[in-house]
């Protein structure tokens, strides 16, 4: 039950089309990540509404908007609110969210999450993040956690830190 | 054809029949796509290049400013 929500670097890093840097491709790579753990366990991708209607949708062809909205769940609960920017609308979005299920939010900037981050919000930068699937992989490969569901919330919740 | 609608799989979940049909590896995450109106379905599989690149398959980006 892991909700992932991706923070803004993150998301231009997947619909640009020139991506140079090894940050971006690090951002990317995450991006996959997450979306691998959709097929895996029960993990959503949520992208906030605004997020997804300022930066992401003025990129997409037809096809990419198909792929979007019927893969992830697009959340607009903050749309529409008066002076609310995106990292704010994240924030709230990811609080609400954790009333459900437990939530991972992917950022280079800790910092603009710090104060939501608990028990059941997270914050990671996508490296780490990277690294830290891989090791709940393992560890379910290897038999020690017997579903990848448990593995992720041990490493991404219980053991991190 | 038009792109109607999305799945996410994996292809070690799929018959050997289905992957040899689309040409799939024995693992990893496949999107499954339902095309219309000559109603077919479509698997590929993600590699290297992860999502962007299935997205760039489908065109480049547009160039656009970002919104206000």
Known sequence: MITIIPSIEVMKANVDNNIQSSGGELRRVAFDVSTDLMSLGDVDVLIEGILYEKIIEPKLLPDHKVFFEKTYRIDNSARGVTDYNIIQAIRWVAESESNSRKVIILSENEGDFESICDDKIRCFKPARFIELVERAKLLHKAKVFSTIDDSLMAILFVLKQ | ?68
């Not at chain 2, 799989?9 to 018959?15: D, I, K, P, Q, V």
């Open chain 2, 1 to 68: 054809m038009a792109l109607k609608n999305i799945r996410l799989g994996r292809a070690e979940n799929l018959s050997d029949e289905k992957r040899k049909e689309f040409s799939l590896p024995k693992e990893g995450l496949i999107i499954i796509e339902s095309l219309n109106p000559d109603l077919r379905e479509n698997i590929i599989a993600i590699k290297g290049g992860g999502i962007r690149e299935y997205l760039r398959s489908k065109g480049n980006f547009l160039e656009v400013a970002e919104k206000d």
